[in-house]
């Protein structure tokens, strides 16, 4: 049987680095461990040998997606602490001609509760602390002053992130604040246990804690105590058997009423609660009673509630782009976008290692806005920044009209194409090999971003000899990674169009007929997709693709994605 980790194992780099050093006593040559003594070594089994392969595998695999200064993060585990509860207060009231008051210890505040939230600003988890105190509640004072509450904690994550509370079996996950209090009872006996736990509980009036502990009202105290700590017990313990479960795939709109009262808090929209602060504690007027009218003694405030919560971001775009490496899906998307999309592009595999989101603008006549109206070229990125670099120190861009200038002229002419009809967003997915629903290179972390797209398109190499080989290993890693996820594909995008010899009449006639072959295999066996020949370099036969995606957006709109809860190791085989 798998270790648990192997099934889960850590986005949270810290985490994984722990781990690893835990594990790195393994030597290959002799499979022992140790701490170098040979009578003390002991034998490393299949399940620790198989986490330490699998935790360097992992951290090869954040470091690869690292390169460049890319700092896109799609999965992390975080570690929440909601406030500690304020103490409460052992006061008596003076003033003057009265010595002797009543008790006026205030009760302590409460601590600050944890929400996340999701925010349309951010694009990547690596933004988000490892670890998330919350605020902790003021501590009571005299004259029946109680302590301020803790202020709540926000966490804000990207829109499309699905939340998921780790369950107590998961090696990843932290102790709770009730198994942290049980580490301290470790190795104590019975009354060293009493002692640790009256000292965690109460607050004593100075020099009164043994006068306390024999009077009748501090033993009922005690087991009214006892009661709550049975109660929050039984409350974590339902918790555990339904861990939380989120999928914050858009942003709540509070709307405050237009005949709402003035002076009044209105509602904060903080988001969804994750982890609650713990409760205050009494001050001595709480213990007041018929037989014990001056309470020496105090509660304290309780622990929050400790929480360890995988986030897992899937890049909500409309259509998301899939295709093999080097297959031009970057510039595809450049293309759509009219340039303002800066993917890298590059003559190399796997290029892309991060998805990336871009925006397509359609006016009233189906062209595409946002860009220079020019024709435009997308050509390798070093090329293009060379070149720009080239007239840049020429002075060949002093007098060249900016984009807002073209789009004002074009307007004048043609006032249809200066107004903007519909947009959707188009993701820009990784490259996708053969064995990548087995996590080979890198491939759960590329087919996370594409599960929550509300629609596919396949782009296929069309100078190769077979692009419909591509489509039938596209097509079967999306099975194989989620049964029904290769339904959302709507049509296959022809790239590389270009690269025929136009004036090449065999060439031609070879490529109708390749084409021809792709329509088919489409119709018979990816259930009749659309199938577009295009030059993503030469931004050529857009106007149907995009007309296409539009209508794909439109049905998918109309039925919203299902959320899906699936979670899979990002661990790579490489």
């Not at 736990?197 to 043994?210: C, I, K």
């Not at 595809?332 to 925006?359: C, D, H, M, Q, W």
């Not at 020429?394 to 002419?413: D, F, I, K, V």
Request: some cysteine; hydrophobic content about 35%; proline content about 5%.
């Amino acid at each position: 049987m798998p270790h648990p980790a192997l099934i889960h194992l850590f986005g949270c780099r810290a985490s994984a680095s722990r781990l690893f050093r835990r594990y790195t006593t393994f030597h290959s040559d002799d499979a022992f461990a140790g701490n170098g003594d040979p009578t003390e070594r002991r034998l490393i089994s299949e399940d620790e040998k198989a986490l330490q392969d699998a935790l360097h595998r992992q951290r090869k695999t954040e470091w690869k997606r690292r390169q460049g200064g890319q700092t896109f993060l799609d999965h992390v585990v975080i570690h929440v602490r909601g406030g500690r509860g304020g103490d409460g207060c052992v006061a008596f009231h003076r003033e003057k001609f009265q010595q002797y008051g009543p008790p006026a210890g205030g009760n302590g505040g409460r601590g600050g509760d944890i929400y996340i939230k999701p925010s349309s600003h951010l694009t990547t988890l690596s933004s988000v602390p490892r670890r998330v105190v919350g605020n902790p509640g003021g501590t009571g004072s005299g004259t029946w002053q109680n302590g301020r509450n803790g202020e709540p904690t926000v966490i804000e994550v990207p829109v499309g992130t699905v939340v998921r509370e780790l369950a107590p079996e998961d090696p990843s996950r932290a102790p709770d604040e009730w198994e942290a209090h049980e580490k301290e009872y470790e190795g104590l006996d019975d009354e060293e246990r009493r002692a640790r736990w009256r000292a965690r509980r109460f607050v004593h009036f100075p020099d009164s804690a043994g006068d306390n502990e024999g009077r009748s009202a501090f033993r009922e105290a005690i087991w009214d105590l006892i009661k709550v700590d049975r109660e929050l017990r039984a409350q974590r313990r339902e918790r555990n058997a339904a861990p939380l479960t989120l999928d914050l795939d858009h942003v709540e709109d509070v709307t405050i009423p237009v005949d709402a009262p003035l002076g009044r808090p209105h509602t904060q929209n903080l988001g969804r609660l994750v982890a609650s602060g713990g409760e205050g504690g009494y001050g001595n007027p709480r213990f007041v009673g018929p037989e014990n009218r001056s309470p020496k003694f105090a509660t304290r405030g309780y622990d929050g509630e400790r929480v360890s919560l995988a986030l897992e971001l899937k890049i909500l775009a409309d259509i998301g782009l899939v295709g093999m490496p080097n297959a031009g899906k970057s510039t595809l998307l450049r293309a759509l976008t009219a340039g303002r999309a800066k993917s890298e592009i590059a003559s190399y595999a796997f290029t892309t290692l991060n998805p990336f989101v871009g925006v397509v603008r359609v006016g009233l006549d189906g062209s595409i806005m946002g860009g220079t109206l020019q024709e435009l070229v997308h050509d390798d990125t070093v090329m293009e920044k060379q070149r720009h670099r080239e007239l840049l120190e020429s002075g060949a861009l002093a007098h060249a009209p900016t984009r807002n200038q073209e789009l004002n002229a074009a307007a004048e002419e043609a006032p249809e194409t200066a107004l903007e009809a519909f947009r959707f967003t188009v993701a820009d997915n990784p490259g996708l090999i053969a064995k990548a629903s087995e996590n080979v290179g890198l491939g759960h972390s590329f087919l996370r971003s594409m599960e929550r797209s509300s629609a596919l398109v396949y782009v296929v190499d069309f100078s190769g000899p077979a692009p419909w080989d591509q489509l039938t290993v596209l097509r079967d890693e999306l099975e194989k990674y989620k049964p029904g996820m290769s339904k959302r594909a709507r049509m296959v995008i022809a790239n590389k169009a270009d690269t025929i010899d136009s004036e090449d009449v065999g060439a031609v006639v070879q490529a109708k007929g390749k084409l021809s072959a792709l329509e088919e295999f489409a119709r018979a066996k990816m259930d009749g997709l659309d199938v577009v020949a295009i030059s993503g370099k030469y931004s050529q036969n857009l106007r149907k693709v995009v007309r296409l995606m539009r209508g794909y957006v439109e049905d998918a709109r109309r039925e919203p994605l299902q959320p899906t809860y699936a979670y899979t190791s990002s661990t790579s085989n490489l």
